[in-house]
């Protein structure tokens, strides 16, 4: 028999079954090795592939976002927390503690001027001097009051002497009547200011009563002049020369010439300062027209404006902490003396009727109603270098001061005091 024929070649790239069955076999299954990049293997050490950098993920920002957020959210919290705090301690300070830097300080300030008309022809006073009561600041010419008060002498002894009374005693019990009536109202005048400081607390007891003795005695004064006037007028001619007309009249026009002549002299009312002084030798002054500022040295406060809404629990007698920009690092001690009725709030009328008050903001200021604030201790106790106008802050102690609001708002004021170096 001939040989069989050899089986045919598997073409090439194809595989046989057996072929296939054992490359698939788990024995002999081998992970694929991938083939080397010639492009990879040449790139430097530290540079990833192309393929790596494309596909590594890239990192996450979720984290720092939450962070973010988280911290803004604090913030917002704390914000609000301070602005309810703020709140709540605005309300509770003006009801009990309440605190205003627009205080000022007051005093009795007047405009002194001359009764009658004339030039001036001597300034006695410096501008910011301290005078005593009584002290002559300024004189006018005496020239024309000389010559009044000779002419009114000769009218009465004119009138005297067509009724037959001498005229030099009457002449000067009449000079005696007036001298002692112008004593009078000095000592009347001196006598009311020092009793009310003496009602205020300022002085003490016995000024009050040497002012009263003062009185007296101003008045026995005046009673005894006018008895030696009515003396002098019976002992010249009789009863009925007190009730001469034409010796009357002359009487009172040489009273009025005496008068004016005391009132060319502009004296001090009482003890005080001159200030803002402007009055010079050679000026005209006419009656009533000021010509210069005193200060009185006997009384002074301060004057604060409070709002509305801070006088809820203000009462006179509180105590009180003041502060004067004049007197740095110190803190005063004084009391609510009264708190104003009403202010002025500037309503004009057209017409005969009233006027609407101008609006120039969404939200109107509040009204401010003065409160009068007295030193402990009257002006013995008044700082020198506080002037009249002077700037202070007061803090109420409106429910004492054994409660919280009252050490934090005296700490304030401390600090507040402290600053007052700096502005």
Request: include cysteine.
């Given at each position: 028999m001939s040989d069989p024929l050899p089986a045919p070649a598997p073409?090439?790239?194809?595989?046989?079954?057996?072929?296939?069955?054992?490359?698939?076999?788990?024995?002999?299954?081998?992970p694929a090795t991938p083939a080397a990049d010639p492009v990879a293997a040449e790139l430097p050490a530290d540079v990833a592939p192309l393929d790596a950098q494309v596909e590594s993920p890239p990192p996450s920002t979720a984290a720092p976002a939450a962070a973010g957020a988280k911290a803004t959210r604090w913030v917002a919290v704390l914000v609000l927390v301070l602005f309810v705090l703020l709140i709540a301690w605005q309300v509770a300070s003006d009801r009990l503690v309440p605190y205003t830097a627009r205080g000022a300080v007051s005093g009795y300030v007047a405009q002194l001027a001359p009764r009658v008309a004339g030039q001036v022809t001597e300034v006695m006073v410096q501008d910011g001097g301290v005078v005593q009561a009584g002290a002559a600041l300024a004189q006018l010419d005496l020239t024309p009051f000389d010559l009044a008060v000779r002419q009114a002498e000769a009218g009465l002894s004119r009138a005297l002497q067509s009724n037959r009374v001498a005229a030099t005693g009457i002449v000067a019990a009449q000079a005696g009547g007036t001298a002692a009536r112008a004593q009078r109202e000095n000592v009347h005048a001196n006598s009311a200011r020092t009793l009310e400081l003496v009602a205020r607390g300022f002085l003490s007891t016995v000024k009050a009563d040497d002012a009263r003795a003062a009185q007296r005695s101003a008045d026995s004064q005046l009673q005894q002049a006018q008895a030696e006037l009515d003396r002098a007028m019976i002992s010249s001619g009789g009863r009925e020369a007190s009730s001469n007309p034409e010796?009357?009249?002359?009487?009172?026009?040489?009273?009025?010439?005496?008068?004016?002549?005391?009132?060319?002299?502009?004296?001090?009312?009482?003890?005080?300062?001159?200030?803002?002084?402007?009055?010079a030798v050679g000026q005209y002054v006419a009656p009533g027209t000021p010509a210069m500022t005193f200060i009185d040295a006997r009384g002074a406060w301060i004057t604060a404006d409070l709002r509305e809404n801070q006088l809820g629990n203000v009462q006179a007698g509180d105590e009180v902490g003041i502060v004067f920009d004049a007197v740095p690092g110190t803190v005063f001690k004084g009391r609510v003396q009264s708190i104003a009725w009403g202010v002025d709030v500037g309503r004009a009328s057209a017409g005969g009727l009233l006027q609407n008050l101008p609006q120039g903001q969404w939200f109107e200021p509040a009204r401010r109603i003065p409160v009068h604030v007295e030193l402990d201790g009257g002006l013995e106790h008044w700082p020198r270098a506080a002037r009249i106008g002077g700037k202070a802050g007061i803090v109420v102690f409106a429910a004492g001061h054994g409660n919280p609001m009252a050490w934090i708002a005296s700490g304030l004021l401390h600090a507040r005091a402290w600053l007052s170096y700096h502005y």
């Open positions: 073409a090439r790239g194809t595989a046989t079954v057996a072929d296939n069955d054992e490359a698939l076999a788990p024995e002999t299954c081998a010796i009357r009249t002359a009487q009172l026009q040489l009273e009025q010439a005496q008068l004016n002549r005391r009132f060319a002299t502009l004296t001090a009312p009482t003890l005080g300062v001159v200030t803002n002084l402007r009055l």
